[in-house]
């Protein structure tokens, strides 16, 4: 008679190969992710070009994206140039240079600061809605009754959010220019006693056209990206509520990263 020998329990894994594994994971799902909005982003190039053109969706989400974060970006610019103004007429007072505070905002506005905020402010207010919605028409087969119906979901839902990130965030960005000069000359001239003609001769002195095309084309990139991340998270989001719940919040977690990784990138290529 044969007696068996008991096998013995399989060893757990040790914390480096834990740690080794969640890190490969997890770069096997950003790269995942990433060819997954590339690709919806070449189909809504794809049936942007192609009829029917839906318009009426179109100018309803210029009108959401756009129109309906004028206030939001407004106050955030009046109050961006304020504090600004504000912080380097301090630093400024110290060599006796107050009259770069007007080109130094300007600067800092046109080429950084007004992109970025309007970005931001459009992913926390319409990128959010973007991706719930979507998620929401996902996990309610909303989006398989317009395939049934031989209605494109691409064409229908992205192409008119994505084209609206596109076109609204530079309009944004340049609102953003526009109050954030208007605060800090209030603040400089104002609160500061900087001579307005010594404010706005400065500024015009120093500030060239291409550095406020630089802030727009940068608006237009990171209005692309946020507007494909969230429709991207949105349009695949599963998992009943809970599930739309934690696409959202990786979509605006991926937004705002996405925002400041291509801001440096482009920061790189336009110095």
């Known amino acids: 008679m044969t007696t068996q020998t008991p096998s013995k329990p399989a060893r757990e894994p040790g914390p480096i190969t834990q740690a080794v594994t969640r890190f490969g994971q997890g770069l096997i799902d950003i790269v995942s992710t990433l060819g997954g909005i590339i690709t919806m982003g070449l189909d809504v190039f794809r049936w942007s070009v192609r009829r029917p053109f839906r318009l009426v969706n179109l100018f309803?989400?210029?009108?959401?994206?756009?129109?309906?974060?004028?206030?939001?970006?407004?106050?955030?610019?009046?109050?961006?140039?304020?504090?600004?103004?504000?912080?380097?007429?301090?630093?400024?007072?110290?060599?006796?240079?107050?009259?770069?505070?007007?080109p130094t905002v300007a600067l800092t506005l046109t080429r950084e600061l007004a992109a970025v905020f309007s970005a931001l402010m459009v992913t926390m207010r319409a990128g959010s809605a973007m991706c719930t919605e979507l998620g929401t028409m996902r996990v309610t087969e909303q989006v398989d009754a317009?395939?049934?119906?031989?209605?494109?979901?691409?064409?229908?839902?992205?192409?008119?959010?994505?084209?609206?990130?596109?076109?609204?965030?530079p309009?944004?960005?340049?609102?953003?220019?526009?109050?954030?000069?208007?605060?800090?000359?209030?603040?400089?001239v104002g609160g500061l006693g900087i001579s307005p003609g010594t404010f706005l001769t400065r500024t015009q002195q120093w500030l060239a056209p291409e550095d406020i095309f630089q802030g727009l084309l940068k608006g237009a990139v990171f209005g692309l990206a946020v507007s494909l991340i969230c429709c991207f998270k949105g349009f695949n989001a599963s998992g009943g509520a809970k599930g739309v719940g934690q696409a959202t919040t990786e979509a605006m977690v991926a937004s705002a990263l996405s925002i400041f990784i291509l801001d440096f990138i482009l920061g790189v290529l336009f110095f």
């Open 146 to 169: 317009l395939e049934t119906m031989a209605v494109n979901p691409v064409q229908y839902l992205l192409v008119p959010r994505v084209l609206a990130g596109l076109f609204m965030v």
């Open 171 to 188: 309009a944004l960005t340049m609102l953003f220019n526009t109050m954030g000069m208007g605060g800090a000359y209030v603040v400089a």
């Open 60 to 102: 309803a989400q210029l009108d959401f994206v756009g129109v309906g974060s004028i206030f939001i970006v407004s106050l955030t610019g009046t109050f961006t140039g304020m504090v600004f103004a504000l912080q380097t007429s301090t630093a400024f007072r110290l060599f006796d240079a107050e009259s770069l505070v007007g």
